[in-house]
Every structure is written in structure tokens, then in C-alpha cells.
């Protein structure tokens, strides 16, 4: 499916991502039985979506990975945003294999990054961080505790990134960029649709998720509209700043 052609650049920049870390917490997964990999939690009791880690990767990313790295048999779903005339994609998986990430396929950047979204502005100043799952979003609004420990290291992370700021700098490439912006978009867009539905929001536990599920599984968390507006915005921004093209 994926039939994009890196330039030597693009695979020289995607091999730094491929052998970078960008969290420092050894063996954390042996606190919590890796529970950001299988999401098994009674508190979280999702009924349709399966149990296990979703991997999203961007289409250049998928690319070096299947390439030069290791891929699963099943290709993996698109999800498409509209871009004026064109749409943008990100690649996502489900995944089930646990610890077997490094064995069987390559860990994406997403999973790298997990538990955390790095908030950029347009010039690459890291002004803040956010949880970068849905379920984690979700939890912390409802005021839910999971059994991740780093998801309290926020200050400690944002202070961390702040001041070594070659760690992230990888994550400042346009591309890279570009698709980071989107996440804090679609972040606070999803978090003012969850919050704005009071119906949903008036529920609690296991009658919570039961809705919350199907609502997210409909695409009803999520104000499309506006969302396309602001990814739009942003395309403009990046382009008159970085000369910024979206290719796959
Ligand atoms: S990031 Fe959090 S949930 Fe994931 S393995 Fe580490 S401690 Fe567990
Ligand atoms: S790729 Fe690895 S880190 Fe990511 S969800 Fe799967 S098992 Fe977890």
C-alpha cells in the first residue's frame, strides 16, 4: 500500500527518529504489566474497540519503517483529513503483541513519544505538553487515575524538553512538524466536543465509556468543520513560514 518514495534526506531523517528516544523511563512497562500496550483495565471497559495498543504512524514514517525497519503482515488503516483541495492521512494499527515490539515490528514515533504530545508553536518553541492518547484525555477529564506512572512526569518532561532542547529537535522537521500541530488541534478540538456534550459528560464509570464509545466509534467527538478550518490555518501558516508542501 505504501508506495512512497523517500528522498536520501527523508531516510536519513526518519533513521535518527527510528534510533532516538524521546522518554527516559527504563522498564517502566514493568510497573504497570504494560498497560499503555494492552489498555486491559476494568476501569476503561470498552466493549467494541479491541483490547491493545493502537499505532498510529505518518505516511513517511510508515514508509522508512516498511522499508527499513519491521512492519506486521496487515496493512494498516488510513485515517483522511481534508486539506482544501487534497486530504492528509495518518496511518494506524492495532496492536496486541505487548513487549513484542521490537522482536516482530518497529515501535512507531507516536508510541515513542506516549504518553506525551509536545505542543510547538509555528516556530518550533515547545510551549506546553498534553497526553497524546484518547483514552488517557479522556480519563484525566473524568477525573480517572490509570495505572501509568509517567503521566505524572508531565512538568518534569515539559521542564526536560525545555531545556535540552536537542532531544526534540528532531520533532521540529516541518513534516514532523506539520502533523504535531494537527495532534494539538485535534487534542483541543475533542476535548471541547467531549466537555460541550453534557449529556455524556453527566455520566459515570462503565455507563460512561459504554456511550463515550459509541459516540468516538461515530466520529461524534470531533467537530470536523472546525477542525478542517484550523488544519487549513495552520497549512497556510507553515507554508508562508517553512515553504511547507504536503506530500504523503
Ligand atoms: S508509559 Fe506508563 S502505561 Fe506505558 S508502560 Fe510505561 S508506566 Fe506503563
Ligand atoms: S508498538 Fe510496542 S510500544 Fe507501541 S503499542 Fe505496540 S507493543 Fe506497545
Redesign the pocket.
Known sequence: MNNITLTNDEKIYWEKIFNSEFIFETECYKTCN?F??RWDSEDIPLKIIPK????FYLPKEYAYISQYGKVTENNPFIMKAKLFDKEIYLYYKH????????IK????L???L?PFLPVFDINGNLNDIKYISVYDVTANIIGQKTPCYVIDLKTKYLKYWQENTEKIQLLKEPYTLFYLMVGNILHDNYVNTLTDNKELMSLTGSIFWKKWEKLYLAGRLVDKLQFQKDIENLYQEMNSKYNFIYTL
Open positions: 504494560s499503555c500496550c491493545g495498543g493502537t499505532l496492536c496486541n503483541d505487548d513487549n513484542n515490539c521490537n515490528f518497529s515501535r512507531s507516536y508510541c515513542k506516549y
